[in-house]
């Protein structure tokens, strides 16, 4: 039985992971990326503990999760692809017009 | 019959309104017709209510007809009540006659006119407000009306509003009003204070039953008296009407010579009973009428505008009635504003189809030997000036003498003495007029208005003669007592109005001397005029280079229009000036201009914070997650 602390500092080592590569990558598809990491951290946070303390509340949750994801992620390409349409380029540093 | 008086108001009202609402799509024709016709029914109520108080007998009750009630709030309360006793049928008739007359008149004047229906709708509402301020049976209906006709009064100077001096002469005439009609309203509350009721019956009898304190009562009096003032055009509220001529002619003989100037005697003669009480209001009254009596008189005696003569004229023969309220004798005051009505619009619808036949030329100096022209308007306005000046046995002479010999009797030497020089010197600007304008020679006339010379239509020419027949006539209806107990018609139809007031006549001795004197007055005042601009025409300029600092202070109308501009009206809007440089500019506008300035500063320092970036809203999302979780653990 492997503790649960151990997945714990998974979590938290994704969950940071995708926080920095949101911070540092540039392009709309990798910050994607990150955010799905992020996610799946919290996701694992959750598991761990539905397992520890022997409830199914997390896991439901998890469920929950991996589907708004999915809806989320189709919604999120979408808008990104028609940027590119727009814009001929998914750099995040190029989508300034809601400049004050 | 007689009870339908109180739709006589609401007949031209209703053609007022007809007329603002439709005027646009009736022709010219059928509003001239309808203004007129609805003054004749007006006038034919009103002359039917006239025949039933004769016939209901002396001293009999006025018929009062109350509409609703009107304002009712805690004990105050006023009805919408009209009166008609004999002082309102008198003057009610004149509204409503000459009125009348002024219509037909109108319809030639203004044939030519671009808005016929807004002069028509005006003329008729004037006559609705006159009406209401007439038979008023309350102070506080009253005031509606007064300050009706002081609109219409307004609207008809600047009829013309396109002439700057229309406009200008317009507002003057309405704030100069504002002035004594605060007054009036004051005088107003001071009455309801005091009494706690407006109707006149009751202010009669408290007055009588001793239950108005002198001073109250002096206070108030006086009070409505400065609303006269503004309103008769009496010192010191009377320079906006000589401006006022600036309106069409028509409306300078109704409304600023023969009704709604003599508003202010009416009133007074209303509430008689507390000017008589107060014997100091009365003293104000008379001496304040005497004064402004002889004052425009003269300055009458200078002026070249031919209808700024007659302004003046007005004026001084307003102070006359005046004299005649302020010592008593307001039967004779009365009468004089019957007569005055009369001859005076008589002679402003002659000097109209004068100004009319010259095509709007109204300087006296470039007119001359008219007599030949205007066959039909001369004898109208030598009759009118005739009667003006006082000549015997027409109605002026009567009327004047009315008024003087019973000053005289009361003992106001000072008084009639000022009267009595009124008298010579309205003879002699007058005749001054006539001659000038009617005799000599037609060179001064420019040879282009002579080319256009022509008489006036007859629906301009039927009212003078209508007019002057009773200029001559209305005089026999209050023939002086001297001549018999029972020749009075017009003071003991009156006499159930003015019962409270003793009067007393002169001895029939002094009447006679009186009499003799004031003929002399008007005989001198007209042979001078003779004199100077007939036989020796050079003897005015010879006058006028002898005492030139004297005529200069006289033409200019004793430079009061300049002291009120000096001491009223320039530090009013000196004063508004500053205020609104330093106030307004810098406080006011600088407390708008701050907020906006701040909100706009605060807009853009938050402004840096909008970058547009994803990354930058992220860090602030991930800076205020740590933070709430932060909160949290701890």
Redesign the interface.
């Given at each position: 039985m492997i503790p649960a602390a151990f997945f714990l500092v998974l979590s938290i080592l994704l969950f940071v992971l995708g926080?920095v590569a949101?911070?540092i990558k540039r392009d709309l598809i990798t910050?994607f990326l990150a955010v799905e990491v992020m996610l799946n951290a919290a996701n694992l946070a959750f598991l761990t503990f539905a397992k520890s303390s022997a409830s199914l509340d997390g896991q439901v949750i998890v469920l929950f999760v991996v589907t708004v994801a999915a809806a989320e992620a189709a919604v999120g390409l979408a808008i990104i692809l028609v940027v590119f349409k727009r814009k001929k380029s998914i750099q995040?540093?190029d989508?300034?017009?809601?400049?004050? | 019959m007689t009870e339908l008086f109180w739709l006589a108001p609401f007949i031209p009202g209703m053609s007022a309104l007809l007329l603002f609402l439709f005027g646009g799509r009736l022709s010219r024709r059928w509003i001239a017709a309808q203004a007129c016709l609805s003054l004749l029914a007006a006038f034919a109520l009103s002359l039917l209510a006239t025949i039933g108080l004769l016939g209901a007998g002396h001293g009999s009750a006025p018929i009062v007809k109350e509409l609703f009630s009107w304002i009712v709030s805690g004990s105050f309360s006023a009805r919408a009540a009209f009166t008609f006793d004999p002082l309102a049928a008198i003057m009610g008739l004149v509204v409503t006659g000459v009125g009348f007359l002024i219509h037909v008149y109108s319809a030639g004047y203004m044939a030519k006119d671009r808005s016929p229906a807004r002069f028509f709708g005006l003329l008729n509402l004037f006559t609705f407000f006159m009406l209401i301020l007439v038979l008023a049976s309350n102070v506080v209906l009253m005031f509606v009306g007064w300050e009706g006709v002081g609109l219409c009064s307004y609207l008809l100077i600047g009829f013309w509003f396109e002439k700057p001096a229309a406009a200008a002469a317009g507002k003057k005439a309405f704030l100069l009003n504002r002035i004594g009609d605060t007054a009036f309203l004051v005088g107003v509350f001071l009455v309801l204070a005091v009494t706690g009721s407006a109707e006149f019956q009751d202010l009669a009898a408290n007055v009588m039953g001793g239950r108005f304190p002198a001073g109250m009562a002096t206070l108030a009096a006086v009070l409505f008296f400065i609303g006269a003032t503004g309103k008769s055009a009496q010192v010191p509220l009377y320079v906006w009407l000589p401006d006022a001529m600036e309106g069409p002619t028509p409306v300078s003989a109704l409304i600023h010579a023969a009704t709604m100037v003599t508003a202010g005697v009416y009133m007074v003669c209303r509430m008689n009973a507390l000017f008589a009480f107060s014997g100091t209001a009365s003293l104000v009254v008379a001496l304040t009428g005497a004064v402004t009596a002889v004052f425009a008189a003269t300055m009458a005696l200078t002026e070249n505008d031919i209808k700024k003569v007659l302004a003046y004229s007005t004026i001084s023969q307003i102070g006359y009635m005046f004299i005649g309220c302020g010592v008593g004798a307001y039967s004779a005051g009365m009468f004089h504003l019957v007569t005055h009505a009369f001859f005076k619009s008589l002679l402003f619808l002659a000097a109209g189809s004068v100004i009319h036949a010259l095509s709007g030329e109204q300087d006296l100096r470039k007119m001359g030997g008219l007599r030949r022209y205007l066959p039909r308007t001369f004898p109208a306005f030598f009759v009118g000036a005739a009667a003006i000046a006082g000549v015997p046995f027409l109605s002026g002479f009567f009327s004047k003498d009315g008024i003087l010999s019973r000053a005289f009797a009361q003992g106001q030497y000072v008084v009639w003495a000022l009267g009595l020089a009124t008298a010579i010197l309205t003879a002699f600007y007058i005749f001054r007029l006539v001659f000038l304008a009617f005799y000599g020679r037609d060179d001064r006339i420019s040879a282009e208005t002579k080319a256009h010379i022509h008489e006036s239509p007859s629906i301009m020419t039927v009212p003078l003669a209508v007019l002057a027949f009773f200029a001559v006539a209305a005089g026999y209806i209050g023939l002086p007592r001297v001549l018999g107990e029972k020749v009075d018609l017009f003071g003991r139809f009156l006499a159930p109005v003015f019962a409270n007031v003793p009067e007393h006549g002169p001895a029939p001795g002094t009447e006679w001397i009186l009499m003799f004197l004031s003929t002399a007055a008007a005989l001198m005042g007209i042979t001078a005029a003779y004199v100077f601009y007939v036989k020796k025409t050079h003897f005015p300029h010879g006058l006028i280079s002898r005492f030139p600092a004297l005529y200069t202070i006289v033409s200019r109308k004793y430079y009061v229009d300049e002291a009120y501009d000096a001491v009223f009206v320039r530090p009013l809007v000196r004063g508004g000036e500053v205020i609104f440089d330093h106030f307004d500019k810098r406080v006011v506008d600088g407390a708008l201009n701050g907020t906006a300035a701040a909100a706009g500063a605060a807009g853009r320092v938050l402004n840096l914070l909008q970058t547009g970036l994803i990354k930058d809203y992220a860090l602030a999302f991930l800076i205020g997650a740590v933070l709430f979780l932060g909160f949290l653990l701890m």
């Open positions: 926080v949101f911070f910050m995040s540093d989508l300034n017009i809601m400049k004050g | -």
